[in-house]
């Protein structure tokens, strides 16, 4: 598996930070490509946007505008056309340069995903809590008993056997991604950070399993800060949920097609307002 070291992750933060002051609360946003359960595909990449005011908001209008010059519009990059693409992929990081705006994006094999899901599991400290079983001959993946702290209620998920390496392989991403900032935001006094999440609707809608399996683990015991969950009414319709959704369709195609684009996915400017980070998951070649 080649993954970026941490300590070289934590250091350009940190660098970031020094011109970039922060207080420590987000707004995010996030979504994966092609979707969050395995599905036989080869790639699975996962795009999360941050910024301080929904500064990503103004970023994905002028993207829009670039990318879909008759509607001005993003729009889902599943339905989006070659041209679209290649005007969205040349402009990223040049608009990124002039809004003060934060990607954070994984892309993982399928392979990787499922091989590590014990790994997974093992560091979010809930092993004793993640059961794999068979249902009509079918895997099934049962989460809890959890407990909740104002009722004293028991409550346990139930998902498909697809799904369960994929809410381990997203929840562990963002709570070690989530310590990385705040250990770089730390450095000179202690802060804690908060993510507020704008998320696109999760497979089975909102309160259902996948996004409570989900809530419970990010939710744990964290005293670095907090993650909070918020959804749209309606999907596929918001700008800065298609701006994540774009971003996980272009860096999972880049994985999926490299010669399809002629330059690569470039670090913004060191003098730019954004910050670009993207880890790969792959098996060694050796």
């Not at 809004?99 to 899901?117: C, D, F, P, Q």
């Amino acid at each position: 598996m080649q993954q970026t070291e941490l300590s070289a992750l934590r250091l350009s933060l940190a660098k970031y930070f020094v011109g970039h002051q922060a207080d420590g609360l987000f707004m995010a946003s996030l979504d994966h490509s092609p979707t969050e359960q395995l599905n036989g595909k080869t790639w699975h990449t996962s795009a999360l946007v941050l910024s301080a005011a929904v500064e990503h908001s103004a970023l994905a209008h002028e993207l829009g505008r670039i990318a879909n010059p008759q509607t001005k519009k993003l729009t889902k990059w599943a339905k989006a056309n070659p041209h679209y693409r290649r005007r969205f992929h040349s402009s990223l990081m040049p608009s990124l340069d002039s809004h003060r705006v934060m990607v954070l994006a994984i892309s993982a094999t399928e392979t990787i995903i499922a091989e590590n899901e014990d790994h997974f599991v093992s560091e979010l400290g809930a092993s004793r809590h993640y059961t794999r079983y068979l249902k009509d001959g079918r895997a099934r993946v049962s989460m809890g008993p959890v407990v909740n702290a104002n009722t004293g209620e028991k409550s346990t998920f139930d998902l498909p056997g697809n799904q369960g390496p994929m809410v381990v392989f997203i929840a562990h991403y963002l709570r070690r991604m989530h310590q990385e900032m705040q250990i770089a935001l730390s450095l000179r006094a202690p802060m804690h950070v908060t993510w507020n999440f704008l998320a696109d609707k999760p497979p089975g809608g909102s309160k259902g399993p996948f996004d409570q399996a989900l809530s419970m683990l990010l939710g744990l015991a964290n005293p670095r800060g907090s993650l909070r969950w918020g959804y749209f009414l309606e999907g596929d319709t918001v700008e800065t949920d298609l701006l994540a959704d774009n971003i996980a369709g272009l860096l999972n195609e880049i994985m999926l097609v490299p010669k399809r684009y002629a330059s690569p996915v470039r670090q913004p400017s060191t003098n730019g307002a954004g910050f670009f980070y993207w880890e790969r998951w792959m098996k060694d070649s050796g």
